[in-house]
């Protein structure tokens, strides 16, 4: 059962950050359409994720004492997730953001994102 649901909240992960990068060009470019179905979609996924991440955890507590990949990888999806809804309230405000702060929020999100992949796949300390 363990693994059904590594797979699933792997799936749900990266679903979630799609979602959040298309939130991101969406406000940056003011469509305001897709920035709500993107923002809304990010955040259900969000949730999700967290839930399935805590359900894997409770599954097998000893993952905590497995090394310090687990709490960085934790550290970074809140991160990502404090993100997620600082910017989807600002857009709910109708606030706008830089094109470059945009830009850099877009990469350094996903290059956060491909390392807690790798953190999840690898788990390397």
Known sequence: MFMYYFAFHVIVVVSWILFLLQFIKAYQYHKIAQGYIFGILSIFFLIIAFYLGIKLIMFNESILKSGGWLHL???LAVILAIENIYYFIKFLLKKSISNK?????????????VFILFLTLIRPF
């Open 101 to 113: 702060i945009a830009e850099i929020n877009y990469w350094l999100d996903y290059l956060i994102f």
């Open 73 to 75: 990888k934790i550290t």
